[in-house]
């Protein structure tokens, strides 16, 4: 759902060149498939396959949590702020 509402504010923001990165391999092999499928996280495939059409370039891919660890600092870091605990 992260890398989704990701993507979705890129969206908002009018990206149009996105890289997203998680360290979640099964779903970017889920995504890479682009068959049926019937994992309980389909509907999220299809939700960022939908969404990527909005980029002029899009690109997504595994890497290893050892080399994200800025990005999993400032999850953290998002997750313990005032900001974040009102809602947006």
């Not at 969206?11 to 499928?37: I, M, P, S, Y």
């Not at 980029?55 to 702020?81: E, I, T």
């Amino acid at each position: 759902m992260a890398c989704r509402d990701g993507l979705k504010l890129a969206v908002q923001l009018g990206l149009q060149r996105v890289e997203l990165e998680t360290d979640c391999l099964q779903l970017v092999q889920l995504w890479n498939k682009k068959a049926v499928q019937r994992s309980i996280i389909d509907l999220i495939t299809k939700e960022i396959d939908e969404l990527c059409l909005a980029s002029q370039d899009f690109s997504f891919s595994y890497v290893n949590r050892v080399c994200n660890k800025v990005a999993h600092s400032l999850a953290k870091q998002v997750l313990g702020s005032h900001f974040w605990r009102r809602g947006m």
